[in-house]
């Protein structure tokens, strides 16, 4: 599995960590910081691995900020509701993994975007596609 897969993964579990347990809930700062500190060491990966410049540092750091917080909201809302199927959960984690997929892709020239689907990106989409073709 890629680094990033695991950071996502890593993410993704962080937020869901209190559901699968059943465990009280992080406070929403708690959240907030273990997704910066996440969303840090990414950024810090890619510009290693890649070689960004500072322009796609920042549209980087721009776009994971945005995307995480909004997919944190929206996973923390099903979690609100009490929503039990975690086809939900996978649903709205695919829908922001595309979102930042897509966005990256304009970031990243094509040397990077090659290594970026070297990095499991390739085999995350095609995943991702997968479970939405299988929901159709």
Same mark, same amino acid.
């Given at each position: 599995m890629s680094y990033k897969a695991i950071k996502f993964f890593g993410i993704t579990a962080l937020l869901l960590l209190p559901l699968w347990l059943g465990a009280q809930e992080p406070t929403e700062a708690e959240e907030i910081k273990q997704m910066r500190e996440a969303i840090d060491r990414q950024i810090d990966n890619y510009t290693n691995l890649l070689d960004l410049e500072d322009w796609q540092v920042f549209y980087l750091d721009s776009i994971l900020?945005?995307?995480y917080e909004a997919m944190r909201l929206e996973l923390k809302g099903l979690r609100d509701a009490k929503i039990g199927n975690i086809d939900a959960y996978t649903m709205a984690q695919d829908k922001w993994s595309e979102q930042?997929?897509?966005s990256l892709q304009k970031v990243f020239d094509e040397n990077q975007w090659t290594k970026y689907l070297k990095t499991g990106a390739s085999r995350e &989409? &095609?995943?991702r596609d997968k479970r939405a073709a299988k929901r159709k």
């Open positions: 900020t945005h995307d930042i997929y897509n &989409k &095609k995943a």
